[in-house]
């Protein structure tokens, strides 16, 4: 089978030139990795240390088993100790990377209900995008028969773009439905 890299990587690539009028490719923006990352520490701080069926979803989910980060420092006011707990990560990079971004753009994207796209907003200035999902169900991996409590999930898309625009074009040549687009001084504009 074919991943989405190798089925769209020229369209992409002569996109992109022709938009940004550049002709050398190694100037041209990248996806260089993805983030998938869930809070646990709440559940952790109201009494249920059992987070395995947040770490099954998101194995599924990902096709990889997520990493544990634990706290650095007690905060008293939230209840958090030394070493707790706080979340779950997986960083995807390569096949594995492209395959879940098809999934996300092409199935779980539209079964999100009332959907008409993502936003800009969620651009850093510097090219990066950060996407966050409600709910974990939209992908099809996930069974929902035996998963206990719906969570939510933070994707992270790393690029190697200069500024928002660049990476807008990238995202947007390679399928991501945004709601706004980003114009060339880079201000978000409706689309009509």
């Known amino acids: 089978m074919a991943t989405r890299k190798t089925k769209n990587h020229g369209e992409t690539i002569e996109m992109l030139k022709k938009e940004l009028g550049r002709k050398n490719l190694l100037s041209l923006p990248r996806v260089m990795k993805v983030s998938v990352s869930c809070g646990i520490g709440s559940m952790i701080t109201q009494g249920n240390k059992d987070y395995a069926f947040i770490e099954k979803s998101l194995a599924e989910i990902t096709g990889q088993k997520p990493a544990l980060r634990k706290s650095r420092k007690a905060i008293s006011n939230f209840k958090l100790r030394k070493g707790l707990p706080v979340g779950l990560v997986v960083t995807l990079r390569k096949e594995r990377m492209f395959d879940f971004l098809g999934r996300l753009v092409n199935i779980a994207l539209p079964r999100v209900r009332d959907f008409h796209g993502i936003s800009v907003k969620g651009f850093d200035g510097q090219g ?11 992908f099809p991996e996930v069974d929902q028969e035996t998963l206990t409590r719906s969570h939510g999930l933070q994707v992270n898309v790393s690029t190697k773009a200069n500024n928002n625009r660049e990476g807008y074009l990238l995202l947007k040549a390679m399928g991501f439905p945004f709601k706004e687009v980003i114009n060339e001084d880079g201000k978000i504009v409706k689309k009509s």
């Open 128 to 138: 990066n995008y950060s996407l966050g999902i409600e709910d974990c169900t939209i």
